[in-house]
């Protein structure tokens, strides 16, 4: 009987200890700041997306954006996810969703993401990863025209071709195209 609670004690200490190891060098690069709801509709709008469109999210945290542009505009949905519990939370928050057959989420590094198939791409993340994500989308194979919305943070050597101010949370949102 004892050695069943020890294991399970394990079991349960191990794999706190992956989540935690897994997560944590993103939690502590950005966190989990969830963009208001106003903030979300703005910045999407701003990419004009049509149904069955492909909608990228880097950083999706627990799945609010995906799961709301999704059920607005029709477009399939994928988000990726480092951390693992905001990763359980948008799983959940897909599968609670009508639209969850055309929605995906993936516990992934974005850095390591396929994005072949984007045709919007959103990040809400930091100034930093920002310019990093800038550099890995020039250098990668995208379909032509890829728009690319990015909540607070511009691209330093990019002009948009759009910026829309947030007047509640004060920020701009950037719309650039690749
Ligand atoms: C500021 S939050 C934004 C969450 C969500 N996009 C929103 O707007 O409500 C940024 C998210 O990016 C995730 N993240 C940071 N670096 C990541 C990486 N390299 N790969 C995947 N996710 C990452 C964080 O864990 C966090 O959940």
Known sequence: MLS??????????LSGL???????????????????????????????IKPDEKFYE????????????????????????????????AKIRVKLSKKSKKIEVRCKNFFKADLQN??????????????????????????????VVSYAFKINDMEPIEKIKHNKENWNIYLYKF
């Not at 984007?118 to 890829?146: N, R, S, W, Y």
């Open 4 to 13: 069943i609670f020890v294991i399970i004690w394990v079991f349960l200490f």
């Open 18 to 48: 992956v989540i935690f190891i897994y997560g944590f060098p993103a939690m502590i690069a950005v966190g989990p700041i969830p963009t208001s709801k106003k903030g979300i509709d703005k910045a999407v709008a701003l990419a004009k």
């Open 58 to 89: 880097l950083g999706c945290g627990e799945g609010r954006v995906l799961v709301q542009t999704v059920e607005k505009y029709d477009c399939y949905g994928v988000g990726y996810e480092l951390v693992y519990p905001y990763y359980l939370l």
């Open 118 to 147: 984007a045709d919007v791409i959103f990040c809400f993340l930091t100034p930093k990863l920002m310019q990093k994500i800038a550099k890995m989308l020039k250098e990668m194979k995208l379909k032509k025209g890829v728009r």
